[in-house]
Protein backbone atom coordinates (compact mmCIF):
# COMPACT_ATOMS: atom_id res chain seq x y z
CA UNK A 1 0.00 0.00 0.00
CA UNK A 2 1.20 3.23 -1.02
CA UNK A 3 2.13 5.63 1.61
CA UNK A 4 -0.30 9.11 1.53
CA UNK A 5 1.11 12.38 0.84
CA UNK A 6 -1.00 13.76 4.01
CA UNK A 7 -0.14 10.91 6.15
CA UNK A 8 3.85 11.19 5.09
CA UNK A 9 3.16 14.64 6.49
CA UNK A 10 1.74 14.29 9.45
CA UNK A 11 4.41 11.65 10.32
CA UNK A 12 6.91 14.13 9.59
CA UNK A 13 5.26 16.52 11.66
CA UNK A 14 4.76 13.81 15.00
CA UNK A 15 8.06 12.94 14.20
CA UNK A 16 9.44 16.74 14.66
CA UNK A 17 7.72 16.59 17.87
CA UNK A 18 9.43 13.98 19.22
CA UNK A 19 13.15 15.55 18.70
CA UNK A 20 14.58 17.60 21.84
CA UNK A 21 17.79 19.17 20.90
CA UNK A 22 17.90 17.17 17.72
CA UNK A 23 17.67 14.39 19.82
CA UNK A 24 14.66 11.70 20.11
CA UNK A 25 12.83 11.89 23.79
CA UNK A 26 11.84 8.44 24.44
CA UNK A 27 8.90 9.56 26.65
CA UNK A 28 7.22 12.41 24.38
CA UNK A 29 7.83 9.80 21.25
CA UNK A 30 5.87 7.26 23.35
CA UNK A 31 2.88 9.58 24.31
CA UNK A 32 2.67 10.76 20.65
CA UNK A 33 2.46 6.82 19.52
CA UNK A 34 -0.22 6.24 22.61
CA UNK A 35 -2.07 9.28 21.34
CA UNK A 36 -2.07 8.66 17.72
CA UNK A 37 -3.35 5.10 18.60
CA UNK A 38 -6.08 6.61 20.91
CA UNK A 39 -7.36 9.20 18.82
CA UNK A 40 -7.01 6.76 14.94
CA UNK A 41 -7.27 9.52 12.96
CA UNK A 42 -7.99 8.66 9.09
CA UNK A 43 -4.84 6.70 7.81
CA UNK A 44 -3.21 5.99 11.75
CA UNK A 45 -1.82 2.84 10.42
CA UNK A 46 -0.19 4.24 7.81
CA UNK A 47 1.16 7.02 9.82
CA UNK A 48 2.16 4.99 12.57
CA UNK A 49 4.51 2.75 10.24
CA UNK A 50 6.24 5.82 8.89
CA UNK A 51 6.66 6.88 12.29
CA UNK A 52 8.41 4.28 13.03
CA UNK A 53 10.55 4.39 9.76
CA UNK A 54 11.58 7.53 10.91
CA UNK A 55 12.39 6.85 14.37
CA UNK A 56 14.37 3.58 13.44
CA UNK A 57 15.97 5.69 11.04
CA UNK A 58 17.56 8.29 13.32
CA UNK A 59 18.40 5.93 15.89
CA UNK A 60 20.80 4.02 13.18
CA UNK A 61 22.22 8.06 12.49
CA UNK A 62 23.62 7.90 16.10
CA UNK A 63 24.52 4.15 16.31
CA UNK A 64 28.21 3.02 14.98
CA UNK A 65 28.50 -0.80 13.94
CA UNK A 66 32.54 -1.83 13.83
CA UNK A 67 33.45 -5.00 12.42
CA UNK A 68 36.85 -6.29 12.34
CA UNK A 69 38.49 -9.47 10.91
CA UNK A 70 38.99 -10.94 14.89
CA UNK A 71 37.75 -9.39 18.10
CA UNK A 72 39.63 -5.83 19.11
CA UNK A 73 40.79 -5.64 22.74
CA UNK A 74 39.38 -2.98 25.19
CA UNK A 75 41.97 -0.46 24.22
CA UNK A 76 41.35 -0.77 20.49
CA UNK A 77 37.73 -0.67 21.03
CA UNK A 78 38.17 2.35 22.96
CA UNK A 79 40.33 3.90 20.88
CA UNK A 80 37.73 3.42 17.63
CA UNK A 81 34.49 4.41 19.45
CA UNK A 82 36.08 7.81 20.95
CA UNK A 83 37.58 8.21 17.36
CA UNK A 84 33.83 7.80 16.05
CA UNK A 85 32.49 10.55 19.13
CA UNK A 86 34.84 12.86 18.69
CA UNK A 87 34.19 12.80 14.88
CA UNK A 88 30.37 12.52 15.05
CA UNK A 89 29.36 13.55 18.52
CA UNK A 90 26.91 11.71 20.82
CA UNK A 91 26.98 7.78 19.06
CA UNK A 92 26.87 4.55 20.23
CA UNK A 93 28.86 1.75 19.50
CA UNK A 94 28.82 -1.94 19.15
CA UNK A 95 31.89 -4.08 17.96
CA UNK A 96 31.83 -7.32 16.16
CA UNK A 97 33.97 -9.84 14.72
CA UNK A 98 33.28 -11.14 11.12
CA UNK A 99 36.30 -13.59 10.12
CA UNK A 100 34.67 -13.31 6.40
CA UNK A 101 36.51 -9.54 6.32
CA UNK A 102 40.15 -11.44 6.28
CA UNK A 103 41.67 -8.60 7.70
CA UNK A 104 41.07 -4.63 8.58
CA UNK A 105 37.74 -2.88 9.85
CA UNK A 106 34.48 -1.84 8.61
CA UNK A 107 32.46 0.58 10.36
CA UNK A 108 28.82 1.83 9.53
CA UNK A 109 27.24 4.60 10.99
CA UNK A 110 23.59 4.97 9.83
CA UNK A 111 23.93 4.31 6.22
CA UNK A 112 27.28 5.38 5.55
CA UNK A 113 30.00 2.97 5.33
CA UNK A 114 33.79 2.90 5.80
CA UNK A 115 35.21 -0.69 4.39
CA UNK A 116 38.83 -0.90 5.18
CA UNK A 117 38.89 -4.50 5.13
CA UNK A 118 40.81 -7.42 2.65
CA UNK A 119 37.61 -8.86 1.51
CA UNK A 120 36.47 -5.15 0.40
CA UNK A 121 39.83 -4.51 -1.64
CA UNK A 122 40.33 -7.88 -2.83
CA UNK A 123 36.83 -7.30 -4.73
CA UNK A 124 37.82 -3.67 -6.06
CA UNK A 125 40.85 -5.79 -7.60
CA UNK A 126 38.41 -8.61 -9.15
CA UNK A 127 36.16 -6.13 -10.75
CA UNK A 128 39.35 -4.36 -12.53
CA UNK A 129 40.43 -7.54 -13.90
Same mark, same amino acid.
Given at each position: ???? @?? +? ?9 L =??V?? $? ?7 S??D??? =???? @???? #?????? !? $? ?6 ? $??? &????? &? ?10 ? +????? =?????? !?? =?????? &? ?19 ? @?? #???K #???
Open positions: MKLS @RE +ARRQSRQLFE =ALDA $RLDVPRLRIFGVA =ARKP @RQYV #QILKEL !T $RLVRLELS $RHH &ALIES &ARPLDAAQSEQF +ASALR =ARFGDI !TT =AFRSNP &ALIGGVRVQLGSDVWDGSVRA @RL #QAV #QLL
